[in-house]
């Protein structure tokens, strides 16, 4: 099974700075997509960022401007780069592999909080 180990949450004030990370067990560049979900509390999770194995990067439209996605195959690792925080921002930030049989990995996930 895959490991995918979160890291870099936190708490921080509206229009700062987060940088997420997710380590991975296995070479990020045999997977299909990876990126980041969020769930706010009483929401759904939702897709955040994503980019596939050949760099093509995805953004949820509240995100846009805001957040980069970047891979790093010598680390096997992925991040998420959050600027100009806002407070809907807020949430456990989950990050993700699809494989290419179909499988989804997930991390454990991790806390974000924007406060205003």
């Known amino acids: 099974q895959v490991r995918l180990v979160e890291s870099g949450g936190g708490s921080v004030q509206a229009g700062g700075s987060l940088r997420l990370s997710c380590a991975a067990s296995m070479l990020i560049r045999s997977t299909k997509k990876m990126g980041w979900y969020r769930q706010a509390p009483g929401k759904q999770r939702e897709l955040v960022a994503s980019?596939?194995?050949?760099?093509?990067?995805n953004y949820a439209d509240a995100v846009k401007g805001r957040f980069t996605i970047s891979r790093d195959t010598g680390k096997n690792a992925v991040h998420l780069q959050m600027d100009s925080l806002k407070p809907e921002d807020t949430g456990i930030y989950y990050c993700?592999?699809?494989?290419?049989?179909?499988?989804?990995?997930w991390g454990q996930g991790t806390q974000v909080t924007v406060s205003s």
């Open positions: 993700f592999a699809d494989h290419w049989d179909g499988r989804t990995d």
């Open positions: 980019t596939t194995n050949i760099d093509n990067p």
